[in-house]
């Protein structure tokens, strides 16, 4: 997914790919698969200053992905399907006892996606709005 060289290709391609997410059963299950696939880079952006987070687009241009920017791109991907319209999207910030380490996950009008089966070895540390622009 994504994997075209050229900006403007991978632009009609996640267009596609949201087009494709209005019509099927399971957008969710189908968009946290496809961003699955995408090849992992260390930490991009500063997960905590929100100022600084990149837009869908610049996400899209800069096609750099690490654990945080994809949950980004998910949300930004499920944000802009108009089946969502009337739903509100938060990244929420999760602490993996069993690790230590610090995991994103999305939520959807505050339920979060994409959870293991193990929550109750993770705490919620923050939840951040996901600001949308249509």
Known sequence: ???EVAYEDRL??????????EEVSDP???????????YMHSLT?????ILNWPTPWI???ENRYCNFTKILGIGYTL????????KSFEIVYLQNHETGTIEYKIA??????D???????YSILEKKTLEIKK
């Open 28 to 38: 969710v299950e189908q968009v946290i698969k496809a961003y699955g696939t995408l």
């Open 1 to 3: 997914m994504f994997t």
């Open 79 to 86: 944000g802009l399907l108009q089946r969502f319209d009337d």
């Open 108 to 113: 959807i009008d505050n339920a979060i996606v």
């Open 12 to 21: 009609a391609s996640w267009k596609r790919f949201r087009d494709h997410l």
């Open 115 to 121: 959870i293991s089966s193990q929550l109750p070895n």
């Open 45 to 49: 952006v500063d997960p905590w200053d």
């Open 59 to 61: 996400l899209l241009y």
